[in-house]
């Protein structure tokens, strides 16, 4: 079992930054693929951003978010962080983090494992 805590939500105008974190603990974090979703009221969860076991390799939504918004971990402190620049209105949703069992990056949500509960994060225009 893979617990996730999601943190650093909140309301934000556009333009400005915010940075959620992502506590992990149970098994080993280390070997596990990492991802943030987001949801959008009405609308379906959607991938944000993926990195793998050892943070070699990163994904992100295509447009929407990349080259605003960047994902790391830090497994010594069993950690996932999404720092999400350049924030606009579109942004507004509930984040989730997940786990995978896989050492490998997905950007489908059902190939993740473990989910947070998710953290609120709005961006005001």
């Known amino acids: 079992q893979v617990q996730l805590v999601e943190s650093g939500g909140g309301l934000v105008q556009a333009g400005g930054s915010l940075r959620l974190s992502c506590a992990a603990s149970?098994?080993?974090?280390?070997?596990?693929?990492m991802g943030w979703f987001r949801q959008a009221p009405g609308k379906e969860r959607q991938f944000v951003a993926a990195?793998?076991?050892?943070?070699?390799?990163?994904?992100y939504a295509a447009d929407s978010v990349k080259g605003r918004f960047t994902i790391s971990r830090d497994n010594a402190k069993n950690m996932v962080h999404l720092q999400m620049n350049s924030l606009r209105p579109e942004d507004t949703a509930v984040y989730y983090c997940?786990?995978?069992?896989?050492?490998?990056?997905?950007?489908?949500?059902?190939?993740?494992?473990?989910w947070g509960q998710g953290t609120q994060v709005t961006v005001s225009s």
């Open positions: 990195i793998s076991w050892n943070g070699a390799i990163t994904y």
């Open positions: 149970g098994r080993t974090f280390g070997s596990n693929a």
């Open positions: 997940a786990a995978r069992y896989s050492s490998g990056i997905s950007t489908t949500r059902d190939a993740y494992d473990y």
